[in-house]
């Protein structure tokens, strides 16, 4: 396993929700010499950070004069179960956790395999608020199947419901969650408000005759967020070189951490403040730039091709990929498209493009939402990938490796 998968690999089994992503992505970024974005204006040459709200990160290196803007756009949030307000019910003597779909799931996957429990809590600490994160880090529960014998049917396709299908098994007695947490994590107040996820906790793993072929959860969207994050750490300062990984992209990123919220437009407009840029600066430097929108594709799937259409079957470890949509679900057009095509043409590697196929509506991602918030080009890219929002999704190794090339490469380069 190559130095950079087993990175990857550490990266997605800590991203275990949204807050997880960003406190990893933070810890890299301050080993690399980002530092938090203070109340002073940032300086030429600095390299920066900003969270927001626990949940997204915006990344930036400041260049001496900014002509152009370079942004990769990923997100950190992936589908799972959320636990309602109300975490537990018992139900035949056993603590049963009351969970909500968070995004669109195989719901199967999810099922008879071990399940963590993480995200934000809060409590109040003399009169004020304290929030942090937790995880236990360990199997918690269980979303169990009953047996072939008394469901004769189950193979012939089931139809999951959330209510009472998808409901996991926390314990075989009575527990209270909250107590639990505030026991396990020595809080000396208990819990009053909480943003808690199951997660799968089956690890990521290479796997294939070459181990070429990589396994693991949350697949989509951390291994960009990761290829961002492994390229702005080696960017230079020549040019505004950003990334920005946010939350909420998998319910539709309506959120104040989500990519439409205003987040970025919000943060752009206190560096252009910063560097003294005039409106005419500030708007040539965004006609001139283009975004990279970087969530994941479909590959074409050796059981199934019949799924895809013929020009747009993307074999696992064949490069990066540029997705196109009719309908403007992704953003990628003529002149971003060939952008990016040569940015992997300098790094001598493989492109494919991928569209919706015209008989379905397809996924949406980051690029269409970033558009309504700041009007700049942008091209949709991803590595293509099997079981796409299961719990355990397969993509390529030197896919990865490929990409952060192709994003290192982004970055030193003027559109």
């Known amino acids: 396993m190559s130095n950079i998968i087993q990175s990857l690999t550490s990266f997605i089994d800590t991203s275990v929700t949204a807050f997880h992503t960003t406190e990893t992505a933070v810890r890299m970024l301050s080993e690399a010499g980002f530092e938090p974005l203070s109340d002073a204006p940032v300086r030429p040459g600095g390299a920066y950070y900003k969270v927001r709200h626990d949940a997204a990160v915006i990344a930036f290196r400041v260049p001496e004069r900014i002509d ?33 779909p968070y995004g669109g799931m195989i719901h199967s996957s999810f099922v008879d395999v ?74 000396p107040t208990p819990v009053i408000g909480h943003d808690l996820f199951v997660y799968s906790m089956m690890p990521v793993r290479t796997f294939g005759a ?3 072929l990589i396994s693991g959860p949350r697949l989509d969207d951390l291994v960009c967020a990761f290829a961002a994050l492994s390229a702005i750490i080696d960017a230079s300062s020549d040019a505004l070189n950003m990334i920005a990984i946010f939350n909420n992209e ?16 919000t943060l752009l407009q206190r560096i252009f403040d910063d560097m003294n840029m005039s409106a005419r ?38 490069g990066p990929v540029i997705k196109y949509s009719a309908n403007q679900r992704y953003t990628t057009d003529a002149v971003t498209a060939a952008f990016f095509a040569g940015l992997c043409q300098a790094e001598n590697v493989p492109y494919k493009v991928y569209e919706n196929h015209p008989n379905q509506p397809g996924g949406s991602t980051l690029g269409n939402l970033l558009n309504g918030q700041i009007s700049i080009r942008s ?28 994003f290192r490469r982004y970055f030193q380069s003027h559109i």
């Not at 370079?70 to 636990?83: E, M, N, T």
């Not at 998998?250 to 439409?260: I, K, M, N, P, R």
């Not at 969530?295 to 013929?310: F, I, K, M, S, T």
Request: with cysteine; aromatic share 6%; hydrophobic share 35%.
């Open 68 to 100: 152009d803007l370079r942004l990769i756009s990923a997100h950190g949030d992936s589908p799972c179960y959320k636990i309602q307000a109300t975490p537990t019910r018992t139900s035949q003597g056993c603590t049963v956790l009351n969970v909500a």
């Open 210 to 212: 070459n181990e070429t």
């Open 114 to 187: 071990p399940l963590g429990i993480a995200g934000r809590i809060s409590r109040l600490e003399n009169g004020a608020v304290q929030s942090r994160l937790i995880d236990f880090k360990r199997p918690m529960a269980m979303i169990v199947n009953p047996p072939v014998h008394l469901n004769r049917d189950i193979n012939k396709g089931k139809a999951y419901k959330p209510l009472p299908d998808l409901q996991p098994v926390l314990s075989d007695g009575e527990t209270d969650l909250l107590a639990l947490i505030q026991d396990t994590f020595n809080l």
């Open 281 to 318: 600066e500030r708007t040539t430097c965004l006609e001139k730039s283009i975004v990279i929108s970087a969530d994941n594709a479909h590959a074409v799937h050796p059981n199934y091709p019949g799924l895809y259409a013929e020009s747009d079957r993307c074999r696992v470890n064949g």
């Open 379 to 406: 091209v949709d890219v991803g590595i293509a990938q099997w079981a796409m929002h299961s719990a355990y999704e397969t993509a390529g190794t030197a896919d990865v490796e490929m990409l952060i090339r192709v």
């Open 250 to 265: 998998e319910v539709g990123s309506l959120s104040y951490t989500g990519a439409d919220s205003d987040f970025l437009p």
